[in-house]
């Protein structure tokens, strides 16, 4: 078993948009629910956002309406669409995948929004 891998993270303006990937081996992400996490030092990581194997979502209220997470299951990846990002969205973000109980980080990446 591989852990997923995120990408797409950067340094993006105030009000501007990023998406991250997250990838995953088939034997991970088959019917694996998949988080969305972040983290800014000094604090807990928080959860940001989560899809199960069906499509169902849920958000943190401090993202609702601007970022959506979404998944090809044939592609084994997540993706979260961020839009209107804030200076406050600035953190190391990660991917969880769950399945059975067990659960499968990846490594994080990085987002900085900053003018």
């Known amino acids: 078993q591989v852990q997923p891998v995120e990408s797409g993270g950067g340094l993006v303006q105030p009000g501007g948009s990023l998406r991250l990937s997250c990838a995953a081996s088939?034997?991970?992400?088959?019917?694996?629910?998949m988080y969305w996490y972040r983290q800014v030092p000094g604090k807990q990581r928080e959860l940001v956002a989560r899809i199960t194997s069906g499509g169902s979502t849920n958000y943190a209220d401090s993202v609702k309406g601007r970022f959506t997470v979404s998944r090809d299951n044939a592609k084994n990846t997540v993706y979260l669409q961020m839009n209107s990002l804030k200076p406050e969205d600035t953190a190391v973000y990660y991917c969880?995948?769950?399945?059975?109980?067990?659960?499968?980080w990846g490594q994080g990446t990085q987002v900085t929004v900053s003018s």
């Open positions: 088939e034997s991970i992400f088959s019917m694996s629910i």
């Open positions: 969880k995948a769950t399945r059975f109980m067990n659960d499968y």
